[in-house]
């Protein structure tokens, strides 16, 4: 732009509802210049002339202090404010709802100037080219060729400079904005020319349409796009906010990889209010996603940036499997393409789907998801037709054969038919269904097909028991640590236990990864047991977690709970700290990585019975041989029933003696207190009831006190803390779930792990407004989609940071299929029992389910998660916390009869 513009107030309103195909007017004025008023027309895009003066809206506009050009737009009926960054014309603000919530960062926002390079925001764009004269090459292949020519990354927000600004072009009268990006894109920018262009779009779904055209100016050569991507900037971060302001100003960003029906979603971290909705139009596709690493302050590390072109990123991403086959695309000679996006908004969560069949895209819904297994006889995948199309015109599996689709019928819904579906081959699955519309457009379902579920569980169970079993074996020394005989941690890309980890945490029994295999294990054995694995249970019971004594022969003979007070342990696992005068576990041959990581000496491990976090597992494994003895009269165990019972209540009792800090939050698993709870009223054991049900009440609805031996904390955290200046101690008061507007944090100020206990709670006492909002926000981020990896799969960080072993960029990538996803599926589902009507919540808790069972290889072995960034796809070779998922999976093992027509 030649001068930059002082102000602009643009307001486009609608004469009547645009589902009647009404005008919108619109007008506008600036410091040295006037816009007309005209009428933008129906849905054929005539233009009309001069329309009837009209009255601003009603809420003030203050002057920016950076000079953003702010428009109002019309969505859906919806009021939608879009403000452009001066210069760049990217969307610095999109507010819905009176500017209640900002989908996108503004400036400022977690320190980061956006002016700057590499300041990404929405509106930018991603490419890398390169010239294509090596595809007019009709000589055999030679590998000196293969490199040549490399591509040119080319980013609107990183190769050029911002401050030089984009040139403004001429508008079209229903335009918002029309501008040259090449300015923006640096000296290297080829012979590539970028047009942007918004409007508001006028048929009956409206939105905000951005548009982006290339042009390949050479009068000579070909120029390839082997990557090209929006980034997905929306406020996703919340560093540096106090929970409550994470549940007003925070969000997840959702995709499907659906090719031309691919889409984005972005839901408030709250999960309330409408769901804005990120679409392609112009055919554009979706076939892949990329995190913004490189664009500073463009959200979290997951942050996807929707590709529609991949391919250049075949070297980065060559040890994966694309959810998609990577495309580039060919432009000639002063040939051009136009990809496009259009922004519109659905009331809420459970209105995507409407939303979506209305903008004209197909919806898919998998029944009962997108995990099958090969016994299965009732599966089918719901398709409602896109905009223009009548009929599937074929149906394609990668791999032909994997899943084989039945006969096409009619539903309830004059636009939507059920295919039926057999699984025939155990994992992946891309099914693509090509339409008949004139664009020939496609969408896809990713699947996982597993063995039979019965058979799949029982080599699970098998394996556990055996090949992951860490014993002593005959002739050889015990394990020091005291950790044998238990289910240790497998790495099954190795083929043998993971008995030493820089992450001491990892290895020592307890916290999610080390605890996770024995938790596993005995899931199992509650829900589906054999003699041998309640065995192998009783044996890690009785010599590890409770009965180690002075029969084993190594140096310091404790058990992983404590007898004395029913603590359990950080760990069994530990490293002296480097640099001081602690010795290491004698005879122990420890690796220099121990040292290197997240050590934790024998104070911090053995030592150490504060972690309230650990108190779910060991309940679990009591709970579980409970449920086996009592519930099967022909297996044998070493102790009756009850004993194990009333192990598991003085677990819960002796958590909040010894660890009661963390009990202010949601712990991990925590449903299992509950179902203690229960047997033991059932039982007879009054007092230990007793005991349990006001624990968890005070936990609920009075809050935690806990006395701390230190000062209080500066900052004071989220407690309040009143120091004791007598003996220099403090006592702090933790606000009760009930009191909290948002209690959804942990060690990390948001958390997706502790909603689960609190829902189950809040539930239990009745207090269903807390347990509402808890359910809210447990949907917010576990999304319906149609991959088997993403659905139901509750969003997380630090994952596989903490337990994994594959961890590019420190691990700080979105784990799917995860145990978050397993547990989260627990209020889902119970939400759901009690109000079976709300399908979506059935269809949700299905994938939180299903998705983790993928983790179960076929020889048994587990793993803790999949991993979705793009240059690796696949589950990870540790099992880590999987156990924990487990018990979230077999929770609620039930038969859904639904008759419904699913016309979503």
């Known amino acids: 732009m030649a001068q930059q513009w002082n102000k602009i107030l643009l307001v486009l309103l609608c004469l009547l509802p645009l589902a009647a195909g009404a005008p919108v007017v619109w007008t506008g004025r600036t410091e040295n210049r006037h816009f007309d008023i005209y009428t933008i027309g129906n849905d ?55 500017g209640s919530f900002n989908y996108v960062p503004k400036d400022g926002d977690f320190g980061i100037n956006r002016s700057l390079p590499g300041a990404g925001a929405l509106g930018d764009l991603y490419l890398r080219v390169r010239s294509a004269q090596t595809q007019q090459i009709t000589l055999p292949p030679l590998p000196y060729l293969e490199p040549y020519p490399t591509w040119t990354t080319l980013s609107t ?102 090719l031309q029906h691919g889409f984005a979603t972005v839901t408030r971290m709250s999960g309330k209010g409408p769901v804005l909705l990120v679409t392609a139009e112009n055919s554009t596709s979706f076939e892949a996603w990329r995190s913004n690493r490189d664009m500073a302050g463009c959200g979290p590390l997951w942050t996807p940036e929707w590709m529609v072109h991949s391919a250049a990123y075949k070297t980065e991403w060559q040890e994966a499997k694309p959810w998609n086959p990577m495309t580039a695309a060919i432009l000639g000679p002063q040939e051009n393409m136009t990809v496009g996006w259009r922004l519109q908004l659905a009331s809420s969560l459970r209105q995507r789907d409407p939303a979506l069949a209305a903008a004209g895209k197909a919806v898919l819904v998998g029944i009962p998801g997108y995990v099958l297994s090969t016994e299965m006889q009732s599966a089918k995948l719901l398709v409602t037709f896109p905009k ?27 636009r939507q038919v059920a295919i039926p579906l057999a699984a025939r081959h155990y994992g992946q699955a891309r099914l693509v269904l090509h339409f008949d519309d004139a664009a020939s457009s496609r969408t896809v379902a990713h699947y996982f097909v597993l ?20 014993a002593t074996a005959a002739g050889q020394a015990p394990d020091p640590f005291g950790r044998a005989p238990s289910v240790m941690p497998w790495d099954r890309q190795a ?95 420890y690796l220099p990585s121990d040292f290197a990581g997240w050590i934790w000496n024998r104070d911090r491990s053995v030592g150490s019975l504060g972690r309230a976090y650990n108190y779910p ?48 939050f949601g712990l991990m698993a925590g449903t299992v207190f509950r179902e203690v709870l ?135 990538e979105r784990p799917l299929t995860h145990y978050r996803a397993g547990l ?36 048994g072995a587990t793993s803790m998660g999949f991993h979705s960034d793009p240059a690796l796809l696949q589950h990870d070779p540790y099992s880590g916390d999987y156990g924990i998922g487990f018990f979230g999976q077999t929770h609620l093992m039930t038969a859904a009869i639904v008759r419904q027509a699913f016309d979503r």
Request: charged content about 15%; some cysteine; aromatic content about 10%.
């Open 617 to 664: 597992h060991q309940t679990i494994v009591y709970w579980s041989l409970y449920k086996a003895a009592s519930e099967h009269s022909l297996l044998v165990t070493r102790q009756p029933a009850i004993w194990y019972l009333q192990q598991a209540c003085h677990t819960i009792m002796g958590m909040w003696q010894q660890a009661r800090w963390y009990t202010q």
């Open 157 to 258: 927000s990183i190769t050029g400079d911002p401050s030089a600004g984009v040139r403004e072009l001429p508008v079209q009268p229903w335009e918002l904005l029309a501008d040259d990006l090449t300015p923006l894109l640096g000296p290297d920018s080829l012979p590539i020319y970028i047009e942007r262009r918004y409007w508001q779009a006028t048929d009956s779904v409206g939105g905000l349409i951005m548009s982006f055209t290339l042009h390949n100016r050479d009068n000579f050569s070909a120029v390839e796009i082997g990557a090209l991507g929006l980034p997905l900037c929306f406020q996703g971060r919340w560093d540096g906010f106090s929970l409550e302001q994470m549940s007003q100003r925070s969000s997840f960003v959702d995709y499907h990889l659906g």
């Open 495 to 589: 083929g043998r236990h993971v008995l030493q980890d820089p992450r001491a945490f990892v290895v020592g029994l307890s916290d999610e990864a080390g605890a996770g295999a024995n938790v596993g294990l005995a899931v199992k054995v509650g829900n589906m047991p054999t003699q041998a694995e309640v065995a192998r249970m009783d044996e890690y019971v009785h010599s590890t977690l409770w009965g180690v004594g002075v029969e084993k022969d190594i140096p310091f003979p404790v058990s992983l709970q404590d007898p004395s007070n029913y603590g359990i342990r950080a760990g069994l696992f530990w490293v002296p700290t480097p640099g001081s005068n602690e010795t290491g576990m004698p005879g122990y041959n």
């Open 388 to 414: 223009g199309a009548s009929a599937i015109a074929k149906i394609k599996v990668e791999p032909e054969g994997a899943i084989v689709p039945g006969k096409i019928s009619a539903t309830n819904s004059p």
């Open 678 to 812: 229960t047997d033991a009223w059932l039982e007879g054991l009054i007092a230990e009831a007793a005991a349990i049900h006001d624990i968890m009440y005070n936990r609920t609805n009075v809050g935690v006190t806990y006395h701390s031996g230190a000062p209080c904390p500066e900052p004071p955290g989220p407690c309040a803390c009143h120091d004791n200046a007598a003996d220099n101690t403090s006592m702090l008061r933790c606000t009760a779930w009930t009191d909290n507007p948002f209690p959804f944090g942990s060690e990390f100020a948001w958390d997706s792990t502790g909603q689960e206990e609190i829902f189950i709670w809040s539930k239990w006492f009745g207090f269903e407004e807390t347990a509402t909002s808890t359910l809210d926000a447990v949907l917010a981020f576990m999304p319906t989609l149609p991959n088997w990896a993403y659905n139901g799969g509750a969003l997380g960080i630090g994952d596989f940071s903490n337990n994994a072993k594959l961890t590019p960029y420190g691990g700080w």
């Open 44 to 98: 054929e895009g005539q233009v009309g002339g001069p329309a009837p003066s009209f009255t601003p809206p009603s809420r003030p506009l203050a002057p920016s202090p950076s000079q953003e050009t702010v428009h109002y737009v019309n969505l859906a009926a919806k009021p939608l404010e879009v403000a452009f960054r001066p210069l760049t014309h990217t969307i610095v603000s999109l507010q819905a709802e009176g």
């Open 824 to 859: 989260n599926a627990i209020p889902v589902l119970e939400a759901y029992l009690a109000d079976p009507d709300d399908l979506h919540l059935l269809l949700t808790g299905i994938g939180g389910m299903a998705g983790g069972l993928t983790n179960i290889d076929l020889q």
């Open 451 to 470: 063995l039979p579920l019965k058979e799949h569980l029982r080599r699970f169970g098998e394996f556990q028991a055996t090949s992951a079993w860490f």
